[in-house]
């Protein structure tokens, strides 16, 4: 059978209205779809998530949500990342379920609090503070001081960032996360209908090309800045995460714990700074 | 011990840098804090979900949780919801656990989907068509034709939404979801971090004041259209789901099989109807 693999895109009829006029006509749309990530390990199978994405980059979004969720912990671990193909399956499916296959056993108590995405409460209690201790007893630790970072170079990021965003010129509707170096240089941008996923797609290409941690890079994205957000950066080991709205106090707190440095309100002559301030060259 | 509650917003320090000049200062926070939401029935405990919250109408996002969920159908199942009471808990944490009690069992078929959240999967595929149909299968019907809509009603509708948007004013950084008659007189907003919590909150409101469902209704959201928020709209039966921004081509897919009217980038002159464009009044 032939494949309909879905693309990133999507055409859909629409009706215009623009003073008053009613138009019939087309738009192009952000495609969103189910994506399940399946890990193969120890001759297991566990289906770890389902996350509505956009397609495209899928062995990357699979790779990185398996790295950031502190299951995959290293390239070497990755023996084969592919498409389902399971026999029974129609040709569009194939393309919605990505199995990642380690190249030994992982532990399954890495992956017990995926199958039940509520553990972590038994174990930490629910609170902000609980949930950064969670982090550290994962192994995370805060990041070294430095490199210096230019305000000319923070504020020249955003238009960078929209410039590189392909599927957003054509449907107004998608995230994305760009890595750019400490000096500015764009160095790669992947975008979905989910920031988390755009995050997810930039770790699993750092994983895949062997490129983490990615130390002395800034980090980008579209929206607000949230828990989740800050957690993936520090996961990937940047030392700044940018955007151009607000960040939420769990963001800051995460942040400040780690050494993250958080810009946000990144806008044309002005952005603020609220946690690890150091990071910023003097004169700025 | 006295209960630390969290409050919607949180004052931190930052560096403001304007026109290459920074200054220690503070700014106001949207709160993002876990709440736990716990389903009591039947003499068990289902800890349902974790999702990260701004707080404030805690008991109104874990009932609208359950009821989009298709955990809870009617108001009379509700017993009580309130903070748990956990005495080996300290008191911020009060504030961060929700329960719902029900009045007679759930059904545990209805539970286990959310306590296994990629168990959809085995059953019906991994495609859009097929998460359309798992609605279908769950009880979800199409909505029934009418009321119509006045263009000029729903451009206004944007600048009420803001208006009520208290939380926003302060910190920069919230989604709200609105409730609008059909006339474009404002019910209900709803303030989070997560657009999906800020639907829940609405749902929760309408759920627990009997006012479900809202037939004749206009829902209104700041963010993009996902599946997720299309879900949700569809929940509560309001018969139109309006955004300044894109939709996902899965939300346009759920909106055309259910004919609810999805309108988007509803901005001054000029908004996009991508199905059931039956209910725009003739003269738009």
Known sequence: MAAARPGPTTRAPALTVRDGLARPGEEVLATEEPLEIRLLSGGRRYPVAVTMRTPGADFELAAGFLYNEG????????RRVSYCLDAERDGAQHYNIVNVETSGPVPVADIQPLERHFSMTSACGVCGRATLESLTARGCRPLADGPLL???????????????????????????????????????????????????????????????????????????????????????????????????????????????????????????????????????
């Not at 299951?71 to 990755?78: A, E, F, N, T, W």
């Not at 599927?167 to 000096?183: R, V, Y």
């Not at 979905?192 to 002395?216: I, Q, S, T, Y």
């Open 150 to 284: 230019q305000a000319e170079v923070l504020q020249a990021l955003p238009d960078e960032l929209r410039r590189a965003q392909a599927i957003f010129e054509s449907t107004g509707g998608l995230h994305a996360a760009g890595l750019f170096t400490n000096e500015g240089a764009l160095v790669a941008v992947r975008e979905d209908v989910g920031r988390h996923n755009a995050m997810d797609k930039l770790a699993g290409w750092a994983l895949m090309n062997g490129l983490l941690p990615l130390a002395g890079h800034i980090l980008v994205v579209s929206g607000r800045s949230s828990y989740e957000l800050v957690q993936k950066s520090l996961a990937v080991g940047a030392h700044t995460l940018c955007s151009v709205s607000a960040p939420s106090s769990l963001a800051v707190d995460l942040a400040r714990e780690f050494n993250l440095t958080l810009v946000g309100f990144l806008r044309p002559g002005r952005f603020n700074v609220y946690s690890a301030p150091h990071r910023l060259a003097p004169g700025a």
């Open 71 to 78: 299951i995959v912990k290293d390239r070497s671990q990755l």
